[in-house]
């Protein structure tokens, strides 16, 4: 049958049913039951308008009361959906900032997961009094970096703006030019002096900077109180370099009546150099070689939730924690708890680079990461129309932490019949499970170093399944 075009005709769009008839009809029930009416009359007003729309190109495309329940459904099903979610990271790099940095120690998670109901979090059980927050880190972070004390924050760079703020207190601070980076996300050496309240005095060139350079500021700043190093993280500078060795310029400070304050940014509390990862300073080195105040991460190198740690003098420790700033840039009762968890685990007789999932995967030695990587090959070797096979790589710290150390590994190499690498890869970050790679040569790479055990199986059928 074919219907006659009739100029006569209502306009089709009046064919459609109003929003309260829809809702009003009982296959509409389930929907209202679950979503609330407010949101299923919402989704049903956009439903109507899309149909219109329709209706406009196809006169005869009139949607059943089914068919806009059906599409009411679909749009409150996605607005219900997680937008935040695990992913596999197969992509080699350790701290991985896009993917929330360091993955935390299961003791780490117990904590967090003990004290998200009501905890003695800002209360002296004995007393009954009120006490600190910081109570249950402070003194961890002293014990575990030898400072004399120690105080943890949002972040890092909420560490060294609240340093600046409260140790400078206006006054100029004193950076070399080699050391004004911008570190990522916006967090700019340069803008976080000025955001502090104080005047930046720039000493000798972006390549070279010399004590004396520091000495001819300190003469045309006599009010200058801090000077402010800065681990150059990402960014690395080779050839015609050079800068005071930090415990001649913590010497200089101390001789001007100057404090040196570091941003050292991935904050390393163990020593790697014995596998083979020495070129990261170390935050117990910064201490003994006279920085009174050392800034790190906590979701960094150390391995634990995002926090900002300073440790150091105690009188300076004493100042941030009593500067407003301090309040406003405060750890929640997660990261408290995370944060003591994850430090615990760097007392002896606790292995850190055993228990800290971030260590253990730096340090991982490449027989291991390469039974991991035959263990998936062996899974996925009959996946139809895909060729696999091995390839040696390299990883990445991450994180801004040691930029030019090459962590030697191996990757599940994998090449498509059917879809394009660009595609494949498309494929594994949002399928069920999603797997983040990355493309080398046409090739797309799943990297074994960042990888647990617990994961091959899983990773095993999103590979079969994008596939
Ligand atoms: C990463 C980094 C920061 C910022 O740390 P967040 O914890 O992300 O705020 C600051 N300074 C240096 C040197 C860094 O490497």
């Not at 020593?271 to 009174?292: C, F, H, K, N, T």
């Not at 019949?417 to 494929?427: G, M, N, Q, T």
Request: hydrophobic share 50%.
């Amino acid at each position: 049958m074919t219907a006659t075009p009739d100029v006569e005709a209502p306009d089709p769009r009046r064919q459609l049913p109003a929003v309260g008839v829809i809702c009003a009809d009982p296959a509409a029930q389930p929907l209202t039951a679950r979503f609330g009416s407010a949101a299923v009359v919402a989704a049903l007003r956009t439903v109507l308008g899309e149909a219109r729309a329709q209706l406009r190109v196809d006169p005869r495309a009139v949607p059943t009361i089914a068919d806009l329940l059906a599409s009411g459904g679909r749009i409150l099903e996605d607005g219900a959906r997680e937008t935040l979610f695990p992913v596999i990271n197969a992509t080699g790099v350790v701290i991985h900032t896009n993917l929330g940095r360091a993955p935390l120690a299961p003791e780490a998670l117990a904590a967090m997961q003990a004290v998200a109901s009501y905890s003695n979090l800002e209360m002296n059980l004995e007393t009954g009094r009120r006490a600190s927050r910081n109570d249950h880190v402070d003194a961890l972070i002293a014990e575990i970096s030898g400072a004399e004390a120690g105080l943890a924050v949002n972040n890092c760079a909420g560490a060294v703006l609240l340093a600046l703020a409260a140790v400078a207190e206006g006054a100029p601070v004193i950076v070399s030019r080699g050391e004004l980076v911008e570190i990522g996300g916006g967090f700019r050496v340069p803008d976080v002096v000025a955001q502090s309240g104080s005047r930046l005095v720039e000493v000798g060139a972006t390549n070279r900077t010399h004590l004396r350079d520091y000495e001819q500021a300190v003469r045309d700043h006599p009010e200058a109180r801090v000077i402010l190093r800065t681990h150059p993280s990402n960014f690395r500078m080779t050839g015609f370099t050079s800068a005071p060795a930090l415990d001649a310029l913590a010497h200089f400070a101390h001789a001007h009546s100057l404090l040196l304050v570091e941003d050292l940014g991935g904050g390393a509390l163990v020593d790697l150099g014995p596998y083979g990862i020495a070129d990261e300073p170390m935050v117990q080195a910064s201490l003994r070689a006279g920085v009174d105040l050392v800034l790190f991460s906590g979701d960094k190198l150390l391995g634990g939730p995002q926090a900002g740690i300073a440790a150091g003098r105690r009188d300076l420790v004493d100042r941030l924690g009593r500067h407003p700033l301090a309040r406003a840039l405060r750890l929640d009762k997660l990261s408290v708890a995370a944060l003591a968890a994850t430090l615990r685990l760097y007392r002896p007789p606790a292995n850190p680079t055993q228990r800290i999932p971030v260590l253990r995967m730096l340090t991982e030695t490449l027989s291991a990461i390469a039974a991991r990587a035959d263990a998936l090959l062996a899974l996925v070797a009959d996946v139809p129309a895909l060729d696999v096979g091995l390839q040696d790589t390299q990883g990445y710290a991450g994180g801004g932490a040691m930029p030019m150390l090459e962590l030697p590994g191996r990757a599940l190499a994998l090449r498509s019949h059917r879809f394009s690498p660009d595609d494949l890869a498309r494929r594994l970050r949002t399928g069920a499970t999603q797997v983040l790679g990355r493309i080398e040569r046409d090739v797309v790479l799943l990297e074994l170093r960042t990888v647990s055990d617990a994961e091959i199986a899983v990773l095993a059928a999103a590979i079969a399944e994008a596939a």
